[in-house]
């Protein structure tokens, strides 16, 4: 495997940067009430994804109630909304709705790719404890329409995350720290106007759906001439 990855070029999948900035947009109109009708509702705590093992909802869910606490405790008037495509009998979906009742938790189930698009309007800090992800397209999206997530380190965010990313961290005290200070600087604060435009640039630069499609293109092209060339050099017709 490391001998096939040395040889290869590594291309993104890539995310879908249309409806994404439009989300994006959004997002800016919920966040500055002369942009848009709705006002100011904000800041929200967010979960996007499964409530599968692997994403670790058992470990970001109780800091998320804390980070809840800490929040309330300080005067920030906050939601935690839940956006997951289990259904709505899923015994995860019952064990989350009954382990934070008291949270004021807003979860919605059932939730496919076109409602996940819609929810993410709302949400502005998430947390990630996911140990693996084949991909972790969620994340990015989420990133990508302008929230900023706390990360856990992990493999797949070492490789997938920019190294000036600066929110991660081991500790989970750290974490819960950096979260509460996302929340309370929303939606202007420093680390919101210097983060949010350069995560976004670098998505768009580094995870494009439309850029990673050309740059394959390329790259089949390219192999496929270098196939003619070595194929009419032994003078045979196998290609």
């Given at each position: 495997?490391?001998?096939?990855?040395?040889q290869s070029v590594v291309i993104a999948n890539?995310?879908?940067?249309?409806?994404?900035?439009?989300?994006?947009?959004?997002?800016?109109?919920?966040?500055?009430?002369?942009?848009?009708?709705?006002?100011?509702?904000?800041?929200?705590?967010?979960?996007?994804?499964?409530?599968?093992?692997?994403?670790?909802?058992?470990?970001?869910?109780?800091?998320?109630?804390?980070?809840?606490?800490?929040?309330?405790?300080?005067?920030?008037?906050?939601?935690?909304?839940?956006?997951?495509?289990?259904?709505?009998?899923?015994?995860?979906?019952?064990?989350?709705?009954?382990?934070?009742?008291?949270?004021?938790?807003?979860?919605?189930?059932?939730?496919?790719?076109?409602?996940?698009?819609?929810?993410?309007?709302?949400?502005?800090?998430?947390?990630c404890d996911s140990p693996s992800e084949s991909?972790?397209?969620?994340?990015?999206?989420?990133?990508?329409?302008?929230?900023?997530?706390?990360?856990?380190?992990?493999?797949?965010?070492?490789?997938?995350?920019?190294?000036?990313?600066?929110?991660?961290?081991?500790?989970?005290?750290?974490?819960?720290?950096?979260?509460?200070?996302?929340?309370?600087?929303?939606?202007?604060?420093?680390?919101?106007?210097?983060?949010?435009?350069?995560?976004?640039?670098?998505?768009?630069?580094?995870?494009?759906?439309?850029?990673?499609?050309?740059?394959?293109?390329?790259?089949?092209?390219?192999?496929?001439?270098?196939?003619?060339?070595?194929?009419?050099?032994?003078?045979?017709?196998?290609?």
């Amino acid at each position: 495997i490391k001998k096939a990855m040395d040889q290869s070029v590594v291309i993104a999948n890539g995310v879908d940067w249309p409806r994404l900035d439009e989300v994006y947009e959004r997002r800016i109109e919920r966040s500055h009430p002369l942009l848009g009708d709705g006002g100011q509702e904000g800041p929200n705590l967010f979960w996007g994804g499964r409530l599968a093992n692997q994403k670790k909802p058992r470990v970001t869910f109780p800091l998320m109630a804390r980070v809840m606490m800490a929040g309330d405790a300080s005067g920030l008037d906050c939601r935690w909304l839940v956006s997951t495509n289990r259904p709505q009998s899923d015994s995860d979906v019952a064990w989350a709705r009954e382990s934070f009742a008291d949270m004021g938790m807003e979860l919605y189930a059932d939730v496919d790719r076109t409602a996940f698009f819609g929810l993410m309007a709302t949400g502005d800090v998430f947390m990630c404890d996911s140990p693996s992800e084949s991909y972790g397209v969620a994340w990015l999206e989420m990133l990508a329409v302008g929230m900023l997530g706390v990360f856990a380190p992990a493999w797949w965010n070492k490789t997938l995350l920019p190294e000036w990313y600066p929110f991660r961290a081991e500790s989970e005290e750290q974490r819960i720290q950096m979260a509460v200070a996302l929340l309370k600087q929303w939606p202007d604060g420093e680390l919101w106007t210097k983060y949010v435009p350069m995560v976004r640039e670098w998505i768009r630069d580094e995870h494009n759906e439309q850029t990673a499609g050309a740059r394959l293109g390329d790259l089949l092209k390219e192999e496929h001439e270098k196939a003619l060339i070595e194929d009419a050099s032994k003078g045979t017709s196998s290609i």
